[in-house]
């Protein structure tokens, strides 16, 4: 299958995916890379790998539906058949989102629909977690619909609060545990879902 990957910053779990799809534990190419951050590391990452990249974002199309149609093209000429959200900080426009309907899924880092929804990302997720005093937090992959962090589950994963975890300890377990079922998730699509 033909994936693009999304994202704004580091470009982890794209690293993940890189690396899955070279040791074919992934039936996959990554035939592009978009990022709406002109310095995120995700481009330097698809560059080192020989991976198209573009950088899509309000600089380079101020109105959202050039912005989305610019984006859709980028799919379409790439014969894109799965989107996968990785860490990407905007939403998608109705173009994109209609076209790759059931075909688009994000990660999460938290059991939603628990601390989902605008501004819950990254650190601001764990923090909320350990000031609810939940004993348990996790990962998410979902497939996307317009609103932030909607959409049917396709998969969970838990991971446990220790007592004396920091924002950042915590964050450090849910990413390797995000990646993990990002990972696993992207094996079974093949067999369970033909795009179309």
């Known amino acids: ?15 993940a995916i890189i690396d899955a799809c070279a040791v ?15 310095k995120s590391k995700t481009l330097q990452r698809a560059a080192e790998n020989n991976i198209p990249a573009v950088h899509l974002s309000a600089s380079t199309h101020p109105k959202d ?9 980028q799919l379409v000429d790439a014969n894109v058949e799965w989107v996968i959200l990785a860490g990407y900080m905007r939403k998608l426009g109705p ?13 999460h880092p938290a059991l939603l629909p ?4 605008e501004g819950f990302y990254g650190s601001k997720v764990h923090a909320a977690v350990l000031e609810a ?9 979902h497939l996307v619909e317009a609103e932030y962090d ?28 995000e990646r993990n079922l990002l990972i696993a998730t992207l094996m079974e699509l093949p067999h369970q879902r033909k795009a179309g």
């Not at 539906?65 to 093209?73: K, Q």
């Not at 173009?95 to 990660?107: D, E, G, P, Q």
């Not at 005093?133 to 992959?141: I, L, M, P, R, S």
């Not at 959409?151 to 545990?177: C, F, M, Y």
């Open 1 to 15: 299958m033909r994936i693009a990957i999304f994202a704004s910053h580091g470009g982890s779990l794209l690293q």
């Open 114 to 117: 628990r601390y989902g929804g």
């Open 150 to 177: 909607s959409g049917p589950i396709l998969s969970q994963v838990r991971v446990p609060v220790r007592p004396n975890d920091t924002v950042e300890s915590l964050e450090n377990r849910v990413k390797n545990a």
């Open 95 to 107: 173009l994109t989102l209609s076209k790759y309907r059931n075909h688009i899924i994000n990660t």
């Open 65 to 73: 539906a050039a912005l989305d149609g610019a984006i859709l093209e």
């Open 133 to 141: 005093g939940d004993k348990e937090t996790g990962a998410t992959v």
């Open 24 to 38: 074919e534990s992934i039936s996959a190419e990554i035939a592009l890379v978009v990022s709406n951050n002109s």
